[in-house]
């Protein structure tokens, strides 16, 4: 079980004995050979993308900067796709970081999520859930994007730069 | 020509088989360092995403990331990074275009089809498909 820093602190004195007693019994990660799947599989992902790319350069008239787009929403469509099979979720077993970490897995977390609790109602269900996976990527993109903003936005000309 | 000048000269006018080792190789070691993240620092792999987009924004806050989109295309592109990427670019983008209000409102500009995407399409996968019970 994964928990954070936050969430570890929160705990009773008997929860915190479990939890060491449950690290004792946890198998060993294999982490070099979860470095190679991660490295593999998400150059391959990476790759596939760099593929769409240029068939969307050579056939459909983008060039290297507006085919980014289009891009994007196929490896979406073809990640929900796969996660409607079943598919995905297996392959992200041995891929771990290598399947989410490319865009393709931030569809996946937000699919799954949408699928896992549709017998909840589509509004409190697949509405309410959607973002309980993919949310904190955006939370935090979006505030450090503005701070980010603002900070060279502020700084910058006091070194007689361009912001 | 030299065989330092023909790495060069490869390099300044990347054929297409390059463009597929090159995203290979860059997408495959952001990956990788996520999976440090996770396996290693043992982050939880909410963290470990929210860390790299983060790192995406700071990156291009730094002129940093634009770069590493020429040299790599997709392998720098596909990356939950270029996310954060897209969203600093979106923002000052639209300060330069509209001013101050453009900070706020530029955010989502680029993201907006990745984003509208998985919306649209997680939700219509919920309406059409029942999870089988196992």
């Known amino acids: 079980m994964e928990l954070s820093r936050t969430q570890r602190n929160r705990l009773t004195p008997v929860q915190r004995n479990y939890l060491r007693l449950a690290a004792r019994h946890e198998p060993r990660r294999r982490i070099a050979r979860n470095m190679l799947w991660a490295f593999g599989t998400g150059g391959g992902i990476c790759a596939i993308g760099q593929g769409i790319q240029f068939a969307f350069m050579h056939w459909a008239g983008f060039d290297q900067k507006t085919a980014g787009n289009p891009t994007v929403a196929v490896m979406i469509l073809l990640s929900i796709t796969f996660t409607c099979l079943g598919v995905y979720d297996r392959f992200a077993q041995k891929a771990g970081a290598g399947s989410a970490v490319p865009v393709t897995g931030f569809a996946n977390a937000m699919c799954s999520a949408a699928l896992e609790h549709r017998s909840e109602g589509l509004v409190l269900g697949v509405g309410g859930q959607l973002f309980k996976v993919a949310g904190p990527v955006i939370v935090f993109g979006t505030t450090a994007a503005f701070i980010f903003a603002l900070l060279r936005v502020l700084i910058m000309p006091l070194f007689g730069g361009h912001a | ?134």
């Open chain 2, 1 to 134: 020509m030299t065989r330092w000048e023909q790495w060069l000269d490869l390099l300044a006018n990347k054929p297409m088989w390059l463009m597929f080792v090159l995203a290979f190789v860059v997408g495959g070691a952001i990956c990788l360092i996520g999976q440090i993240l996770i396996d290693v620092a043992r982050l939880t792999p909410a963290h470990a995403m929210t860390t790299l987009v983060v790192a995406g924004v700071a990156l291009d806050a730094l002129n940093w990331y634009e770069p590493l989109i020429d040299f790599a295309g997709a392998g720098a592109t596909v990356p939950i990074t270029s996310f954060g990427n897209a969203l600093f670019h979106g923002a000052m983008s639209e300060y330069h275009r509209d001013g101050w209000i453009g900070l706020l409102t530029g955010i989502f500009e680029v993201t907006s089809a990745g984003i509208s995407c998985a919306i649209v399409f997680s939700f219509l996968a919920a309406l059409l498909i029942r999870p089988v019970k196992n």
